[in-house]
């Protein structure tokens, strides 16, 4: 891994071992299934998934934000070196905002609707440094400016409802800014903005990753996204980590069948064409297949399958849970790999 990751230096965030349940009537859901992985500074890590794969668990436990009835049951979540899961829910409170930064689907409800944006900047600034309200505003209309807000100082005046959408996602980026934490989660960020506007709020995720140095979790099921904006990619299914690799990688040589399935199901961007659509559908988190959770689903199936398989590595910083790559060193080749190609192709990223 060491090997792949962006010569920026050390991990600085190393998760290991991550276990989140939701308890429920018809049993536990293992929502985040032993999920380990290392983010490095600078570095974007996209999290792919259908929905109801533990994308938003995993992005909410390492913010200490787990909705009830949901908690972390197992695992390590180390923010330089300390152990977050060991923290209390004041000390967490304080990592949050200022070590790791958040940005969600819908920025409107991460504001209070009865105060200005510049109050609730200025509080954010304030709370976390030992600085004056007039320092703070300062601050604050710097990060606003960063962001490409227009008219900043006038603006910090406007309450949140006030603001489109995709202006309110730049005022969350600015306030993740302010005090510049070392890694920044974003859980589908652009899902609820308009095309044009999410390219702009993904250019400025992209700038705090290579301009400032922080280390980006973005979970996305936008694979368009992954290709222009991740370094590195986790695919998700029914709580576990199915594959992960550099992102070219997993474009031109997905180990996984259903990291395959969901590259041929994406509509192609020239013709609007899709290659497949992946049959069937995610299992239910309480009546979970025992051994390969994708089995059912699966071109590739042998009754090897029924055992599950561990999270292995192939080479090259790629990992992947299935028997059929492992013995293989990748996926065999199908009659559609001309296709594969093509579509390495029309992502832009063949040749890389
Ligand atoms: N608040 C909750 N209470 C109970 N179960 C939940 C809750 N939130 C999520 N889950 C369950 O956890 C699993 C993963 O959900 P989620 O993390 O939201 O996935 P994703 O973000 O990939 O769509 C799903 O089976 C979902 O039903
Ligand atoms: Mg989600």
Redesign the pocket.
């Known amino acids: 891994m060491a090997v792949l990751a962006p010569p920026s230096g050390p991990g600085v965030l190393s998760v290991r071992n991550l276990v989140t349940v ?1 308890p ?1 009537r018809d049993g536990e ?1 293992v ?2 299934d032993d999920v380990s992985f290392e983010l490095s500074p600078g570095e974007v890590l996209g999290i792919v ?12 436990s390492l913010l200490g934000l787990v ?4 908690r972390i049951i197992g695992g390590e979540i180390k923010l330089h070196g300390r152990d977050l899961l060991k923290l209390s829910h004041k000390e967490m409170r304080k990592v949050r905002g200022r070590e790791i930064g958040m940005i969600f689907q819908n920025p409107i409800r991460s504001f209070h609707p009865g105060f200005t944006i510049g109050w609730q900047l200025v509080e954010a600034a304030t709370q976390h440094a030992n600085i004056s309200r007039r320092e703070a505003t300062e601050k604050v209309v710097e990060a606003l400016t960063w962001v490409g807000m227009p008219e900043p100082a006038e603006r910090i005046n406007d309450y949140p409802h006030q603001f489109s959408g995709g202006m309110l996602q730049r005022v969350m980026i600015a306030m993740s800014l302010l005090n510049e934490p070392a890694v920044l989660i974003a ?2 960020p652009t899902t609820a903005l308009d095309v044009t506007i999410q390219a702009q709020i993904l250019e400025l995720i992209e700038r705090l990753a290579v301009d400032r140095g922080m280390g980006v979790v973005l ?1 996305t099921h936008n694979l368009g996204m992954v290709a222009s904006l991740c370094d590195r990619v986790i695919v ?1 299914y029914a ?1 576990q980590i199915v594959e992960e690799a550099p992102v070219e990688t997993v474009f031109h040589t997905p180990a996984h069948p259903y990291t395959r399935g969901l590259l041929d199901s994406q509509p192609d961007r020239s013709t609007g064409k899709r290659l497949t659509e992946l049959r069937g559908a995610s299992p239910q ?1 309480t009546e979970l297949p025992s051994g390969c959770r994708f089995q059912n689903r699966c071109d590739y199936v042998e009754e090897k399958c029924t055992e599950p398989p561990a999270l292995a590595d192939l080479s090259h910083g790629q990992k992947v849970r299935c028997w059929i790559s492992q013995r293989h060193g990748l996926l065999p080749t199908r009659l559609a790999d001309s296709d594969h190609r093509d579509r390495a192709e029309s992502t832009g990223l063949s040749g890389k």
């Open positions: 939701y429920g859901v929502a985040v998934g259908d929905s109801g794969s533990g994308k938003t668990t995993l992005a909410r909705s009830t009835p949901g859980d589908e979970v998700m709580g988190m």
